[in-house]
């Protein structure tokens, strides 16, 4: 085994590494954020099998997104992402229709601008009404073509722990509750754990998180009892669509790379892989995406090295991606109109 | 347990000694995490079910333990099922939920005309006050015949409203027992 | 249409993920951009309550450009068959049919039977009080002399021939008609008509799917009439890939239909006898005639088998089975009409079996006072719902309307049984059943549905046991002594009764082929023969997909005769071939002398396909060997219904019960024999040609979310589901927010004349105005799941629902009503009543709003109010 790359760039064989020998096939997700329906069936599922606590009822009003992101209270979250933009050759059916200038984008930037004064998770957003008014237009039917919104699209994704290859969480922690496990999976011991907090700051994605009841820090285990079981993590075995896909890595990064040329074909040119890479910044995911736009539109930090923690500038992220975008995509309208 | 199974189960030991030297590992396995099993090896029964929410019929296995009383400590997806595939929606994933929460009521509650609160009551008093109401209801609602002198052989007096949720034989029963009472109010969802 | 399969069905819709993923296009046609929307090729907004106009929009399309399956039409629908000559369309009267009376608002279908068959003349009013479909059973309504020639025009040229007809009656629902109507513009209209028909035919097949967003509407049994003759014309009935699915929203009310808990039905869709009915013989030939087809001919098998199983061996041929012991319908007993007798004092006791009106069901004011009117009020559900709670904590104790020291209602509440703790049969959403097997004890007082029912019949009996009384024979006379498990009779035991048992052998008969009219079988429901074949319970069939075949027969058991796809006669061709190797579903074998296939084949086995029956058979003897439709009285799909609705023979668009718009279409406004109540509870808004429409300018609807359950009992007292959708919300576009001053999550209050009802706002780009005929209209969008009870609280979005009803099947019209938003919140205790009695005032509205719905030309409309038609001011 090679030293050298503990810390930072590919490592074939994480699990070797961290002393398993004779070990099962590194695990992952591959979540194919194509053919999610946003039914949550992950989030609750997890909740069920784990015992993860309720973690705030709460309107959050980012869509249909009411968990608002991974936490010590939520191992998997759905993001929902309203866009004024077509998905591959969908047609959402929006031209020619009286309709004024698109909201989605002052919707994510009402969001944006109440969650940090809410806290982390968004707790009180729901309770506090916020009066975040949009900026005032003409009477819909007054203007039609291009100041009209003609195009739509709803993405949702389920989040979930990344299970780096080189996890700060891990590398941090001073007591050893962090370990990885035979099937190269990144779990936190809750019999060890003294609730520190070091890895929290230590994860480039913002997933682990403490409860505030008990104080230890908690996060997706990709069922590690589950998998000891030869079984499925409970998240992947309930998803209606197989949006979230379990299995040996190699095969996962092999069906996701025919996916996305798939997708490709079908005309749908935007689809790309997000931390299928072992050259990037954590040596590669042990839970990757194929996502429909860049990673900030859904909460996924771009470059993974920085700890990512602002959900505030996330969300922003989603706002000005959907307006640069909209800018293009009237450029082109124009262009076309010529 | 022994000192030097105690020396061997040190981590630090494990560490200094093993193929993990930077202790991220198996050395830093903890004893909690060395004995993990899923729950669902320790159930005593593995029952079929179907999920009780919408109209799709989603097979559930429920996983039962009987110690240190009866009690269900897991219900997922049924991988066999042609239906569903083992995959559950957020309802049916959280079934556990529904069935072993606190909110489901477990005595019979009672509220007395122009009670303000609920009181207690025996399951048997009150299903003997129950067939006492309904005879008194069906008989102030009877009608033998119409206007025109037709059979009727009813009574309008009792209504019912449920069986949605319900297995067929209990709609088979409730459906029976009601037409020999003469009461054809009955209704479910299926009307709304 | 009308489903939103991704979030209300989501485990099903993988299976259209599937399909997606190998190729086929996927369209969803809703009043919003909902998740099914987002995974979807194609999403059409249209107006709510505006589906016949597009679906009659894509049958004009078929028919103009002459794109139907022309050989299945002409083998297996009723396209060639002659319709009598005292037909007259609504293109002649201005959108009614012929046989309407103005004074009962209803028709007598006489006029619409095919042209040589005898019909009795019915008057209407008779037949709208009776729910007539269900009355027919799901065979439609019986025809006499359906064997013999029925008069046909095989060329389809015949100017009276269905197909014909047809063309004629939806001429007008022309692209741009649909654009002005619907909102939706025509190339994307045509658009869908392309994808819909080129998916069509030998080689390919297109499915339909619907749920509620269908059938909740004062049309709804025509929308899917609608939906069904595309499907017809098409050829996508009875074959692999095509059809027409309801998705059904509860674990069993597919079930609940089959062995209903439903007035007018008894089990296997046979009719509830009415007061017509003084005999046995009355009623059969009420359910079927000499000389008809198919297989409903064998009702009298039905029927002695269930009056057997109900009263055993006092059930003879001398006292007609104990026929007598019924008791009879003479109107509309349903819900609705049943909780308005609740307000009247003429129901004394209600049960609520797992069922939560006071938010579940329209017009939840009107429930809850018609149940604070009660006697008394037995409620069984798992947990403490508003149903139960409602004289502590109804909305009406914040108005005063209701006091708890001054209401009377004596409520009972037993503790249920859940899913785990009782073991029975669901069935599922495509007619299969399925049995659970009890996993562990419910606690203290939890019982079961089934134990409750036998101890309360046990207990009844004792209490009347040595009665002279004649009324408590039935009740006495019953057989109720089904085998018990530890003290709980034993679902497996009733589910063996309901299969039917062979009284000369005691063991199970193994289908509905083989009960008899002479009383020697005894069976619970006769299409669910079969389940216990053999002495096995067919429903507890395990055998997973991995080792079976495509159709997996062995898993569950389908009614009927585990068969998956009906009518799949349809699927070979008139000679019995496959209609392609592509979508080969059954097949004859002629080698063999029988139909075989892939799926049970919903045909007599061995009869050829050119069989001709001799002359003057009847019942299933009667069917020829190309008579796909075996249940039909003529053996045909049927394009134009002769006979069975009450609302005429062809779907008709008629604007909603409550709409901002004139029909554009006929002079008739709405449906001229929808189902009012015109009560002063049960306030209607204007609607054109009524005057003040623009108090409620907006276009109303209400559905589920994925994260909770109908009426929240089982899933807003669950942490884990409200905490994803915590809060009671109403959608709006941005272009309707900027016009009412709506906030994204500020506060708002939707008004109808019933009340307001206040939620937080949320400003999508999902929701989106249309235009119709020239005007911008906007719809606003309300999950309905709230209520006062749970860890997520809300005000009841039904209380903003009236009722009134599609006359065939009684169900509300709750999909589309017009309403008003003002951002803030709404008014608070008796100032509420005040605020809702002033927008009534504003509007005009009294009892007779909206209850004059004879609206075409020519007919002076009387007013529809409870009592005497003619009542009050015209």
Known sequence: MSRENSFHGPLADPAADAGHLGHPPRMGFFTDTSVCIGCKACEVACKEWNNVPEDGIDLLGMSFDNTGMLGAGSWRHVAFVEQERPLGRQDAGLADLPTGPSRSEAAAETVSRALPVAGRGGGDLGTAPVHLGFPSFELPGAGTGAQGRTEFRWLMSSDVCKHCTHAGCLDVCPTGALFRTEFSTVVVQEDICNGCGYCVSGCPYGVIDRRPDDGRAWKCTLCYDRLRGSMEPACAQACPTDSIQFGPLDELRERAARRVAELHGAGVPEARLYGHDPGDGVGGDGAFFLLLDEPEVYGLPPDPVVPTRDLATMWRYAGLAAAALLTAATAVFLEAGR | MGVRRWIRAWPVYRQLTGPDPLGRGKAAESARSAGLVPRTERADRVVDSVCPYCAVGCAQRVFVREEPHEHVVQIEGNPNSPISRGRLCPKGAASKQLVTGPQRVQKVRYRPPYGTGWQDLDLDTAMDMVVDRVLEARRKGWQDRDAKGRTLRRTMGIASLGGATLDNEENYLIKKLFTALGALQVENQARI | MGSNMAEAHPVGFQWVMEAKARGARVVHIDPRFTRTSALADQHVTLRAGTDIAFLGGVINHILTNDLSFREYVQAYTNASCLVGERFEDTEDLDGLFSGYDPRTASYDASSWAYESVPVEERPGGRAKEQAAPYQHGSGGPPMEGGAQGIARDLSLEHPRCVYQVLKRHFSRYTPEMVERICGVPQDLFLDVCRAWTANSGRERTAALVYSVGWTQHTVGAQYIRAGSIIQ?????????????????????????????????????????????????????????????????????????????????????????????????????????????????????????????????????????????????????????????????????????????????????????????????????????????????????????????????????????????????????????????????????????????????????????????????????????????????????????????????????????????????????????????????????????????????????????????????????????????????????????????????????????????????????????????????????????????????????????????????????????????????????????????????LGRAHVITSRTAVEARVVVTDRMAPLHIDGRVVHQVWMPYHWGQVGLTTGDVVNDLIGVVADPNVFIQESKVLTCDIRPGGRPRGSDLVDYVEDYRRRAGITPWTGVRIVTAGGHDGPGHTEGDPWEGPS
């Not at chain 3, 008394?376 to 004289?391: G, H, N, P, Q, Y």
């Open chain 3, 232 to 744: 017809l014309l098409l050829g996508n009935v009875g074959r692999p890939g095509g059809g027409v699915f309801a998705l059904r929203g509860h674990a069993s009310i597919q079930g609940s239909t089959d062995i209903p808990t439903l007035f007018n039905l008894l089990p296997g869709y046979l009719p509830m006898p009415d007061v017509t009915h003084e005999s046995l013989a009355a009623y059969l030939d009420g359910v079927r005639r000499p000389g008809q087809k198919g297989f409903w001919g064998n009702a009298d098998a039905y029927t002695i088998s269930l009056l057997k199983e109900y009263w055993g061996e006092n059930a003879t041929e001398e006292n007609d089975y104990c026929f007598d012991y019924m008791p009879r319908i003479d109107g509309d007993h349903g819900t609705y009409r049943t909780a308005m007798d609740m307000v009247d004092g003429k129901v004394f006791g209600y049960f609520l079996l797992g069922q939560n009106p006071a938010v579940g069901s329209a017009h939840g004011r009107l429930q809850r006072l018609g149940m604070a009117n009660l006697d008394w009020l037995v409620v069984r559900d798992l947990t403490m719902i508003e149903s139960a709670t409602f004289w502590k904590d109804a909305p009406e104790t914040e108005t005063g309307e209701i006091v708890a020291q001054q209401c009377r209602t004596e409520v009972f509440f037993f503790p249920a049984a859940s899913h785990v703790e009782k073991s029975g049969t669901f069935t599922q959403t495509q007619r299969m059943l399925q049995w659970r097997d009890q996993a562990v004890e419910p606690v203290g007082d939890q019982r079961s549905e089934l134990w409750f029912f036998h101890q309360l019949g046990l207990r009844l009996r004792r209490r009347l046991a040595g009665s002279t009384d004649e009324r408590d024979r039935p009740l006495l006379d019953l057989a109720w002594d089904y085998a018990s498990e530890d003290g709980e009779p034993s679902a497996a035991d009733v589910l063996r009764h309901i299969n039917g048992i062979d009284l000369r052998t005691g063991r199970t008969v193994g289908g509905y082929t083989e009960l008899k009219a002479d009383g020697s079988t005894a069976c619970g429901c006769w299409i669910y023969s079969g389940v216990y074949a053999d002495e096995v319970n067919q429903a507890r069939r395990r055998k997973s997909r991995f080792d079976t075949g495509p159709y997996d027969a062995e898993w569950g058991w389908t009614w009927p005769m585990n068969r998956r796809v009906l009518y799949n006669r349809a699927s070979a061709d008139p000679q019995g071939r496959p209609w392609s190797e592509r979508k080969a579903l059954v097949w004859w074998d002629a080698e063999r002398g029988e139909w075989t296939g892939h799926d049970t084949p919903d045909f007599e086995r061995t009869k050829p396909p050119d069989h001709v029956p001799p002359a003057g058979s009847s019942g299933p003897a009667a069917l020829r060997g190309d008579d796909a439709f075996i249940m039909m009285s003529d053996g045909k799909g049927w394009l134009f219904a002769p006979a069975g609705l009450a609302d005429g023979p062809l779907p008709t668009h008629y604007e909603p019960h409550e709409s901002p718009v004139r029909n554009l279409l006929y002079g008739q406004q709405a449906s001229p024999v929808r189902k009012v109540y015109g009560r002063p509870d049960n306030p209607s808004n204007p609607a054109p040609p009524e005057a003040h429409g623009e108090v409620f300018p907006y276009v109303f609807t209400a559905a589920r979310l994925t994260e909770h359950h109908t009426a929240g009992g089982m899933s807003r007292q669950l942490p884990y589901l409200a905490e994803l959708q915590p809060e009671l919300f109403v959608e709006v576009s941005p272009e309707l927010a900027a016009e009412r001053g709506l906030t994204h």
